[in-house]
């Protein structure tokens, strides 16, 4: 069956936001959603790197954001970049979300270690042309990572600079002012047409086109403006695309064919990069996965409701994995229900309702001292490794609750 736009709602205003591994996207998004209209149904596309799908839960729920998020539709691509795996992917999700759920708005959160440019190419695609009205590219900077120069001078972070429209920075006010400045430099040099939003405390946006602060609304009011103006970023792509020779082709659309899923005591790594939404939803539990990918290696696990973790204990844990990158969860544990959402410089413990299982989500960058592109496997874990893990975290329940 060829992928066809011909059913779907026609026109819906979509927003990407991008941003490198742990810049902070879900709390821009939670800010995007809060704006949402009482009677309009908005749908939310989130790519996970990882295979437990956790992204979608850590988004605040109804109560914690008061989001009518009855009317928010979530779906998550796991297992691997959507913009770098292959289209169909993509395509599938969002023919699905926009046939099944119609909504009046699409917000696309790709992860962390997404190309941006493929990605827009893909959007800018002309069987996506009349189905979605692409709105301004949101890109998240965090000024922390900037302040560390094998971020800032890492081709894949920069990349994500290059093709914004809007740069919404955050977690910079550690940085001084000549460093601030310095930040707004570096910006200027990548994307001089890019318009800066300084996110916290500071009420104003710096447009690097005028190069004058405006100080006329908040930062918050001045995110959620983007959503209604289109991109410029995308715009230049769709021109330079119908300059290219026409060769257009269809692709079909072909039933997902699921990877077998082992347990937990297994050991089995995955090898191969297909993304597949809730790819462990069926999945007898407890289970465990791991593999490489881009210089990174990636570690989950889900558990039964039923073990309580020492919360104390599951935390010290975590933060003595070696050069981690990202953790993130939905665990059961002593102290009740917690989100965990830990980026080297942002560590975030929250509570939260039950829920049908725990997750836990690891990210390793190989090597802390070196640019991701630059590294070799300076860290490389074993099956043996993974197996201590797993004896690790079991030695962590406290009980059982049956």
């Known amino acids: 069956m060829a992928l066809t736009t011909s059913t779907m709602i026609q026109n819906i205003p979509c927003t990407l936001v991008t941003g490198f591994l742990g810049a902070g996207k879900t709390t821009v998004i939670n800010q995007l959603l809060s704006s949402k209209p009482a009677d309009e149904r908005w749908a939310l596309l989130i790519n996970e790197f990882g295979r437990i799908g956790i992204d979608g839960a850590l988004l605040a729920s109804a109560q914690e954001n008061n989001v009518d998020t009855g009317s928010i539709a979530i779906r998550e691509v796991s297992g691997g970049c959507i913009c770098c795996t292959s289209q169909l992917p993509l395509q599938i999700a969002i023919t699905r979300l926009l046939s099944d759920h119609r909504p009046q708005r699409l917000i696309i959160e790709p992860t962390g270690l997404a190309h941006p440019r493929e990605l827009i190419q893909q959007l800018s695609a002309p069987h996506w042309q009349t189905a979605l009205n692409m709105q301004a590219v949101i890109t998240v900077l965090s000024g922390g990572q900037w302040q560390q120069q094998k971020y800032r001078s890492h081709d894949g972070f920069q990349a994500h600079v290059r093709d914004a429209d809007v740069l919404v920075i955050n977690r910079y006010m550690q940085l001084s002012e000549n460093?601030?400045?310095?930040?707004?430099?570096?910006?200027?040099?990548?994307?001089?047409?890019?318009?800066?939003?300084?996110?916290?405390?500071?009420?104003?946006?710096?447009?690097?086109?005028?190069?004058?602060?405006?100080?006329?609304?908040?930062?918050?009011?001045?995110?959620?403006?983007?959503?209604?103006?289109?991109?410029?970023?995308?715009?230049?792509?769709?021109?330079?695309?119908?300059?290219?020779p026409n060769d257009e082709t269809r692709i079909s659309l072909q039933p997902l064919i699921r990877q077998p899923l082992t347990g937990l005591m297994s050991n089995q790594s995955i090898e191969n990069n297909e993304s597949h939404d809730d790819i462990a939803s069926d999945t007898e539990l407890p289970y465990r996965y791991h593999e490489q990918q881009q210089d990174m290696l990636l570690g989950g696990w889900r558990l039964p409701a039923h073990y309580v973790f020492n919360a104390d204990g599951l935390q010290e844990w975590l933060l003595k994995l070696p050069n981690w990158q990202r953790i993130k969860g939905m665990v059961h544990t002593s102290d009740g229900w917690l989100k965990i959402n830990f980026t080297p410089d942002s560590l975030t413990i929250t509570t939260t309702s039950a829920h049908i299982d725990s997750r836990l989500e690891v990210i390793l960058q190989t090597d802390n001292d070196l640019p991701i592109d630059n590294v070799r496997s300076t860290i490389s874990l074993s099956k043996d490794d993974w197996q201590a893990y797993d004896q690790q975290l079991m030695a962590l329940v406290l009980e059982d609750r049956l």
């Not at 930040?183 to 047409?193: C, K, M, V």
């Not at 690097?208 to 970023?233: C, E, G, V």
């Open 179 to 244: 460093e601030r400045q310095a930040l707004q430099e570096w910006i200027t040099r990548l994307n001089p047409d890019v318009t800066t939003i300084w996110t916290e405390s500071e009420p104003h946006t710096v447009d690097d086109r005028s190069n004058k602060i405006t100080a006329l609304n908040t930062a918050s009011s001045m995110l959620i403006a983007q959503l209604t103006k289109p991109s410029h970023t995308i715009s230049r792509q769709r021109s330079a695309d119908k300059s290219q």
